[in-house]
């Protein structure tokens, strides 16, 4: 005895169509997630798009820790920056001075003199009366530019000086500066006779 | 067609997508890129190119040199290197005893070992790198220590990578491409990269040779010969003062000379624009400076 299988569907003549069916529901949790988890892995990795964060850095403080603030490089880029907004008005970013304004820089003895306590006196204290420079006499005034700054950019800003446009000479630190202004008597402008009196 | 507009919908969020992620994302991030500005420095990065390097840029791309060199320096990490500068009043085995009595501190465990074989061969020569890491928080609070200790020290910025230090100083940032048109990024590195081929091989008349005859200076170079950029012509009573100067074995026939073409010329003031060795912000480093006087 033979059975007709019961689920056999019936014959049917129409054309096959593709029906709509609902998404399940795994789907769209793991899309919503995987969403989620991409957006915080932008977040984390490239500071919240921004154009200057990529690999090997992921986050703006750790670009920031990488910085290089300190080191002789920094300091003469720090003297070159100070000496550009202060003293190159005058002297030039070329340190070459302006014929009845102000000497040159470059080459001049004051700058590469030995020790630095007359060349520190001039943006510390101001110059009033003549100065002989490279064998030319200057008789001009010149307003105690430097007595203003912090000591680490006047220090930077003179070492920027005594290696720049040719010239060759040693470092001076902000140690040295404390100790001049410290030692400074008055702060009156002087002349280049009365620098030449004190100790280089 | 059925289900038309659900077809037309899921094209326009595919296409659109990619637009947004490809073209409008990047517009917003550095559509209006202008200049950088150098670390510690007033000075702008990178500068505009004179007019024969802008032209040589259009010979390097009609040669098809972006077919075998790319202009994109890689870099995988960064590290800060402390580097020993002074002593004070201390002696070289007083720092090390000192040194060695670091060896305790929680952040300084990983790093014991490599302090211990630099300090065990050193004998007090100045300046010299005690330390590399890629945490500068340990890298500033070993060099504090130092410091507290009397000795003078120097925390550089290195980047590293295998690109690094043969090709460049950094990797390539979008600031170096803002007067390329169009950017001859390159996809194959048959050649040597060349986005900082200005600070490499600054010699304007190595360059013109090398164009000439790539085999008179990289013996086993496969770089084709550019001979096409240069005139062989019979020289006068005396050599061009442009005329190449070439061993006998490159060397035209006797009274003949190689002088180069304008295109030879813009093509070499166009790789010697090609640099990539400024410091700035997106990828810091410490430049090399010169010893002090």
Known sequence: MSEEP???????????????????????????????????????????????????????????????????????????????AVCGICHG???????????????????????????????????????????????????????????????????????????????????????????????????GEQMMKMPE | MKNGFAVFFAVVVVLGGSWLGFVVAPALQLGKAKQATILNSTDTWPQQRTGEATLGLQIYRANGCAACHTEQIRQDGVAAEVTLTGLGNSKPDDLKAFVHSLFVLPELAKLTNDLATTLKDWKGDLPTTILTTGDKAVADAFADRLKAAGAKSETRVVATGADLPRWGVRRSVAADYLYDFPVQLGGLRVGPDLANVGARLPDANWQLLHLYAPKLSVTNS????????????????????????????????????????????????????????????????????????
């Open chain 1, 6 to 84: 019961s689920s056999c569907p019936a014959p049917t003549n129409a054309e096959p169509t593709a029906t709509r069916s609902t998404a399940p529901m795994w789907i769209v949790v793991t899309t919503l997630a995987l969403l989620f988890l991409g957006f915080v892995f932008f977040d984390k990795h490239s500071g919240w798009f921004d154009a200057k964060i990529y690999a090997p850095y992921s986050s703006a403080e750790q670009l920031e820790a990488f910085q290089p603030k300190s080191g002789a490089a920094a300091a003469a880029a720090q003297g070159k920056k100070v000496y550009e």
């Open chain 1, 93 to 191: 970013v070329d340190g070459m001075g302006k014929p009845g304004q102000a000497p040159p820089l470059s080459g001049s003895e004051w700058v590469l003199a030995k020790g630095i306590n007359r060349l520190a006196h001039i943006p510390l204290a101001g110059v009033s009366g003549t100065l002989m420079v490279e064998g030319k006499e200057w008789n001009l005034n010149m307003a105690a530019m430097g007595a203003a700054l912090p000591d680490a950019d006047l220090a930077a800003v003179l070492t920027y000086m005594r290696n720049a446009w040719g010239n060759k000479a040693g470092e001076v630190t902000a140690d040295d500066i404390k100790k001049i202004r410290s030692e400074m008597k008055g702060g009156q402008p002087m002349s």
């Open chain 2, 222 to 293: 496969a770089m084709p010969s550019f001979k096409f950029l240069f005139d062989v012509r019979k020289m006068g009573s005396a050599p061009a003062s442009d005329a190449l100067n070439l061993p006998p074995a490159f060397a035209p026939a006797a009274g003949y000379e190689v002088v180069p073409k304008l295109e030879a010329k813009e093509l070499v003031a166009y790789l010697l624009s090609l640099r990539a060795d400024a410091p700035l912000y997106e990828a810091p480093f410490s430049p090399v400076t010169s010893a002090k006087p």
